[in-house]
């Protein structure tokens, strides 16, 4: 079988994604021209309500990539929104594009947008917490938060909603009421929209506690309907509210036939020999504010290792992130001396996804960076097929959860940083350590942003 683009212009793209199923895009809006295949390349998922998945190039979820490009397509949306709903021109929007484009982009991040604009900012779980963050970055004066799939221990989450399409679909907010007692606007960023239910879905629970006038939903890819575009204008009428909606790409989607497969996933083909690989440890207490809390999972004991603040779930300020930028900074720095190789793989795990990144990109030439994941894709093995091949685990933080980690050859890289917000037992860690020692990378750094407290 070959994975290829049947038809493609500027206007509509075929693509055979596996067996049987083809899926059609038709192209409305590329306000910068970007070629699809720069943002994403296409998969078949294993969900019965959506039968493919757009594989983001951009995102740093299932395909490495280098971290800039994860910090600069946020702020290349933040570009595009001030431009559609601001009505106001960014002068390195273009400068920014071209980074995004370039194989080894070089970029010094500073905010773009200023102090007048003032919104609050919220990234979906899990895929969207790191560019949700990247998008707030952008911003001198704005708040941020993401949602989470976790619960915690002893707090009521704020708002509630469901993302009816995914293979895990409650979100929780853990944040103080006040940031969202106010009229200030909210923009919430996904890296894709295909009905556009699960942004309506937090914008009524939002509504329902703190009504304001405006909403901005932001994402990378809008695939939404004419009858999906009605609902959002049918909640404006109904609530009395302006929705705004921005993308790098605005189009529709329509898939025919299917998937002649069972949920048996392909095995990726290694050689024989496995490496045991040198694990190190490494805590980053001693690099990080002071100002943690001991939140815990609900279905974990009670261990006392605390979330760390900066990663905005609990809600973080422009200048909080900016004073987080420093240590990050001193972090990758640090990080950068433990390089043994010249190949680097940093991952992230989960919703923790921003902090890693950000870190990695201080770490040098040659660093690329990904994510574990709970989304379930069926791998393939061919030339232009978004997952090549996969490894399944138990989550560390909950062995009730099934975890993926996605496209790593055989010792492509050097070694690999696995970045983590609380300290584990190495027991804990035996599933997904077992799953990488296929890939014959012969040096793992385990890197705890908050250890346990004794």
């Not at 779980?125 to 911003?139: D, I, M, P, Q, V």
């Not at 990758?332 to 793989?345: A, P, V």
């Not at 909950?398 to 696995?418: A, R």
């Amino acid at each position: 079988m070959t994975i290829r683009t049947l038809t493609y212009s500027n206007k509509k793209a075929t693509y055979n994604i596996l067996d049987d199923l083809y899926i059609e895009l038709e192209i409305q809006e590329n306000p910068y021209n970007i070629p699809l295949d720069h943002l994403f390349d296409m998969a078949a998922r294993i969900n019965k309500k959506r039968s493919f998945l757009f594989v983001s190039k951009v995102l740093g979820k299932h395909i490495p990539i280098r971290p800039e490009k994860g910090i600069l397509t946020g702020y290349l949306l933040a570009g595009r929104y001030m431009e559609k709903v601001k009505r106001e021109t960014i002068s390195e929007q273009y400068d920014l594009l071209e980074q995004l484009i370039s194989t080894s982009p070089v970029v010094e991040f500073n905010p773009i947008v200023h102090d007048n604009y003032h919104p609050i900012i919220i990234g979906f779980a899990e895929t969207a917490t790191a560019l949700g963050h990247a998008f707030f970055e952008a911003f001198s004066n704005a708040d941020y938060f993401h949602s989470t799939r976790e619960m915690l221990r002893d707090v009521d989450p704020v708002i509630t909603f469901e993302e009816e399409h995914s293979h895990a679909t409650s979100h929780r907010a853990y944040i103080d009421e006040g940031l969202l007692d106010n009229d200030r606007e909210i923009i919430l960023v996904d890296d894709e929209i295909t009905t556009g239910k699960t942004a309506l879905n937090i914008i009524r629970s939002l509504h329902s506690k703190f009504p304001r006038q405006e909403y901005s939903v932001v994402s990378i890819l809008d695939w939404r309907s004419k009858e999906d575009e009605k609902s959002f204008e049918e909640m404006e009428k109904e609530l009395g509210i302006t929705i705004s909606t921005v993308s790098l790409i605005k189009g529709t989607v329509t898939t025919s036939g299917e998937l002649n497969r069972r949920e048996k996933l392909q095995e990726f083909e290694f050689s024989d020999v496995e490496v045991s690989p040198k694990v190190e440890v490494h805590i980053l207490e001693n690099h990080l504010h002071s100002n943690q809390q001991s939140y815990e999972f609900a279905n974990k004991s009670e261990d006392g290792t605390p979330y760390i603040l900066e990663t905005g779930r609990f809600g973080i300020t422009s200048l909080e992130h900016e004073q987080a930028v420093e240590w990050m900074k001193r972090v990758g720095m640090e990080l950068s001396k433990l390089r043994t190789g010249d190949r680097t793989l940093c991952l992230g795990t989960g919703e923790f996804m921003y902090l890693p990144m950000k870190i990695a990109s201080f770490m040098g030439d040659n660093v690329f960076y990904h994510s574990t994941t709970r989304s379930p894709i069926y791998d393939f093995n061919k030339e232009g097929y978004g997952v090549r091949n996969r490894f399944a685990f138990q989550s560390p933080e909950d062995p009730n959860v099934q975890n993926y980690l996605y496209n790593i050859s055989e010792q492509q890289y050097d070694e690999i940083f696995l970045f983590f917000e609380r300290e584990l037992e190495l027991s804990e860690l035996s599933s997904l350590m077992n799953s990488l020692k296929t890939t014959k990378i012969n040096d793992v750094k385990l890197i705890f942003f908050s250890g346990r407290q004794v």
